[in-house]
Every structure is written in C-alpha cells, then in structure tokens.
C-alpha cells in the first residue's frame, strides 16, 4: 500500500514536496495527470527524469517515503501526482492513492 | 516514437461485453507488455492486467472471472474484453507500455471514456 497526502498547495515559484509513504519501497515511479489527460511519467527509478521532463523535477527515497519535490512551481505543475511501485509478490504495480497539487 | 491509442464503443447497457482495442505504432512490441488500467470518475488509477507480446497475461484478481485480453499476430493490436459490464465499471480505460525487467510504463495512450448505463 502507498499513501500520499489528498491535496498540496503551494505558491508559483515555491517548491512543492509531494510524499509517498510505503515500507521498503523501492524504485518509485510518479507521473503527472492533468484533468481530462493520461498520466505522463516524470520521474522512475526514485529520482532519474525521463527525456524531456525539466530539471525543477526531483526525487528522493528513504525506503519508508519517497518525495516528488516540484521547483519554482508554476500554474502548469497544477495536477493529480501518482507514485507507483511493483510488487513482486503479487507481480502486478501499485499505485499511491494521488495527490492532487494546487498552485495558488 | 512510440504511440498508444484506445478504441472502442463509449456506452454500454449492463451485461453486456465490453470490448477494447489498444493500437501501437511507431516501434515494435517485442520484448514489452502491453497493461490495461482504468480509471473511475473522480478516483485513481487501477490496474487491469497486462499482456506480454508472446501471450503470457496476469489479471486483476477482482475481474479475473470476467477479463480476457489478449494480442494478435501482428502485436499491433491488444485487446480486453470484459463481459457481463455493471455500473462499476464505468471509468476511463487506458494502454500503457512497460519494458520486460522494468517497472515503469511509458508511453500510454490517452484513453478512452466506457459508460454504463
């Protein structure tokens, strides 16, 4: 089971951290789903961008959480954020209930 | 580059079958599983199954009895089928690439709105 947080606000320009808790994770996915769009992956493997995602996306993982962190956020970054795992016992993926990301 | 696309009739009445068509184009399949997830109205993403292009398949424990997909010999087309639809199944469905030995999927298609109704 992976929990994030329903919703994080943030101003344009801040940095939003954007949480996914689990225990003993490992190579956490996010994508980005705007309304009415497929999700998009933005980073794998805990923190490696995929070609074409701009570097004010990052990522980190403790093995208990894995943060997204957004900089200078902007009213783009607006979004459902999902992490994703596999879980080999069940040999399927699993996914974070989303966090919906508010730019104020 | 790769491109996923969905298709298949919007509305349904309950029991009946739905029926899904996942076209990739721009790369070959080979060495990749094609997944189905799908989406309710103002909820997450749940997964569906996944296909491999050689045939191998795992369901959803909770739509195994009703789910059958499947890859033709093209490996162009991929399909699901889900019989005996309730309003439950309403949702968006997608297709999503992910790599033999990777975890990740990418690209996926933009989806395609069932209703049942």
């Known amino acids: 089971v992976l929990t994030q947080p329903p919703s994080v606000s943030v101003a344009p320009g801040q940095t939003a951290r954007l949480a996914c808790g689990g225990n003993n994770i490992e190579n956490v996915h996010w994508y980005r789903q705007r309304p009415g769009q497929a999700p998009l992956l933005v980073l794998f493997?805990?923190?490696v961008r995929p070609s074409g995602i701009p570097g004010r996306f990052s990522g980190s993982n403790s093995g208990d959480s894995a943060t997204l962190t957004i900089g200078t956020v902007e009213a783009g970054d607006e979004a459902d954020y999902y992490c994703?795992?596999?879980?080999?016992?069940?040999?399927?993926?699993?996914f974070g209930g989303g966090t919906k990301l508010n730019v104020l | 580059q790769v491109q996923l696309r969905e298709s298949g009739p919007r509305l349904l009445r309950p029991s009946e079958t739905l029926s899904l068509t996942c076209s990739v184009s721009?790369?070959?399949?080979?060495?990749?599983?094609l997944t189905w997830f799908r989406q309710s109205p103002g909820k997450g993403l749940e997964w569906v199954g996944y296909?491999?292009?050689?045939?191998?398949?795992n369901y959803n424990s909770s739509l195994k009895s009703r789910l059958t997909l499947s890859v033709d010999t093209s490996q162009t087309q991929f399909s699901l089928t889900l019989t005996s639809v309730t309003t439950a199944d309403t949702a968006v469905y997608f297709c999503?690439?992910?790599?033999?030995?990777?975890?990740?999927?990418?690209?996926w298609g933009r989806g395609v709105l069932v209703t049942v109704s």
């Open positions: 994703q795992v596999w879980d080999p016992r069940l040999d399927h993926p699993v």
């Open positions: 721009g790369a070959s399949m080979r060495l990749y599983y």
């Open positions: 999503a690439r992910r790599k033999l030995g990777e975890s990740k999927f990418d690209p």
């Open positions: 493997d805990d923190s």
């Open positions: 296909i491999y292009f050689s045939g191998y398949s």
